[in-house]
T-cell receptor
């Protein structure tokens, strides 16, 4: 059973470009979470999605950031008009159901904005 | 809002000795308390978790204790080994979990 897949593993963008980060949850998991991690810091919750629904986006910046988890295909975290402050590691996790179930993390995408 | 405090931020322990990492949380509705280990360049890996109806849980050299009244929980690693060197994160929550800032554990030879 393959784990959580994320791609790309490394992404370099220039200021003003768009970044698209993909996450394929573990087989059978219908819940996806996105986190951002700055160097030497913990994981900051961004958004929690189920198939075709955003459940909690309280950690998402109000502008430029969006996330989706379509019926078919991976979850996408999209950052428009990237700025240097967006440089971070972005991790996706999946779980089979909500409420007290462990989250399985992917290897992360390291975004660098030049 | 919800907050999870984790201490210490860095911990150096002689190989074979025990390591203890402590966390406190603010949201009394939290019912799930996982601990993650993150090695350099990798995603966090769950090492142990505890739920609010249990006070202590052990898995080989790793144990976790929970005090819901005081809203704190701890990770204990006994007989530490070089491969235990990593960053450890506590977390607390219910349908959403909030992470602590991490503890960088160094196992000294």
């Amino acid at each position: 059973n393959a784990g959580v897949m994320q791609n790309p593993r490394h992404l370099v963008r220039r200021r003003g470009q768009e970044a698209r980060l993909r996450c394929s949850p573990m087989k059978g998991h219908s819940h996806v979470y996105w986190y951002r991690q700055l160097p030497e810091e913990g994981l900051k919750f961004m958004v929690y999605l189920q198939k075709e629904n955003i459940i909690d986006e309280s950690g998402m910046p109000k502008e430029r950031f969006s996330a989706e988890f379509p019926k078919e295909g991976p979850s996408i975290l999209r950052i428009q008009q990237v700025v240097r402050g967006d440089s971070a590691a972005y991790f996706c996790a999946s779980s089979p159901q909500e409420l007290n179930n462990e989250q399985f993390f992917g290897p992360g995408t390291r975004l660098t904005v030049l | 809002g919800e907050n999870v405090e984790q201490h210490p931020s860095t911990l150096s322990v002689q190989e074979g000795d025990s390591a203890v990492i402590k966390c406190t949380y603010s949201d009394s509705a939290s019912n799930y308390f996982p601990w993650y280990k993150q090695e350099l360049g990798k995603g966090p890996q769950l090492i142990i978790d505890i739920r609010s109806n249990v006070g202590e849980k052990k898995d080989q050299r790793i144990a976790v204790t929970l005090n819901k009244t005081a809203k704190h929980f701890s990770l204990h690693i006994t007989e530490t080994q070089p491969e235990d060197s990593a960053v450890y994160f506590c977390a607390a929550g219910d349908d959403k979990i909030i992470f602590g800032k991490g503890t960088r554990l160094h196992i000294l030879p």
